[in-house]
Structure formats: structure tokens, C-alpha cells
């Protein structure tokens, strides 16, 4: 999978939250790429943003929305968590301190060899693990 970037769960929600036009044209171009196949996801952070879908967003998606949108994006390739996977967002924790699902955000983009992930939760131009974050709503 080298050569693809990581999207975080932040950018999907902006793609398909209504909220802010300008954040959700950036994500939808960053979406329009991943489902060209120039970036990867995780299970996780699908599961985070079908969860802040269902239950988050003013108003709530419909389990049928929701399942409509995760077909869209069954194109993009994903990393699926195993015990080495785990094992990695611990070590995450422990080398920079960063919370224990943040770590498996970041053991996953380097586990598919992307150079970079795409986030506005982690803190922009920080490497963790030759992986440097980038902030794309800056």
C-alpha cells in the first residue's frame, strides 16, 4: 500500500457533516482521492465515523444513510487491526504519549506505509513514527 496517505475519522465527518462548507469541500476532494486510491483507511477509523454519524451529528443518520455511505467508500483500502497492530499503538502511547486510539490511528497508517496522515485531531508537522501529520483545514 505504499505511497497512499492516511485519512483520520475527522476528515470523513466533514465530508458528510453539513456544517462547515469550506472544511467539507476539502474533505470531499480528500474523499474524491481516497476513493481514487491515493489514500487508506482503518476499520477503527470507520467504526468512529459510522458511530459519530448514527449518534453525533444534528441531525442523526439513518442506519440506511449510513450504510449507503459506507458502501461508497468500500473502494478505499483498509488496515484491520490484529495483535501486532496493538501492540504498536502501545508503544505509541509510551514513546509520544498519545492516547491508546490515537496510537492505533498511527500504527495503522505506518503499518500501510503512508508518509502522512490526515488529521485535525493530531498535532500538524509531528512525526510519529516516520508518519508526519498533516492538518488539511489549515
Known amino acids: 500500500m505504499s505511497g497512499a496517505d492516511f485519512l483520520d475519522t475527522n476528515v470523513l465527518v ?4 453539513f456544517n462547515d462548507p469550506d472544511k467539507q469541500r476539502i474533505a470531499h476532494e480528500l474523499v474524491r482521492r481516497a476513493l481514487a486510491g ?3 483507511l482503518s476499520t477503527q477509523v470507520l467504526s468512529e465515523f459510522a458511530s ?8 442523526p443518520a439513518t442506519p440506511e444513510a449510513m450504510i449507503a455511505i459506507l458502501d461508497s467508500l468500500s473502494a478505499i483500502k483498509l488496515v484491520t487491526p490484529d495483535g501486532d497492530l496493538i501492540r504498536r499503538a502501545v508503544e505509541a502511547k509510551s514513546e509520544y504519549g498519545l492516547h491508546f486510539y490515537d496510537g492505533m490511528i498511527i500504527a495503522a497508517a505506518e503499518r500501510a506505509g503512508c ?8 498535532n500538524a508537522g509531528q ?4 508518519v508526519t501529520v498533516a492538518n488539511p483545514f489549515n
Open 14 to 17: 466533514y465530508a458528510y457533516q
Open 38 to 40: 491515493k489514500f487508506v
Open 52 to 59: 459519530t454519524l448514527l449518534h453525533k451529528a444534528s441531525p
Open 115 to 122: 508518509e502522512r496522515i490526515w488529521s485535525e485531531d493530531l
Open 127 to 130: 512525526k510519529y513514527f516516520g
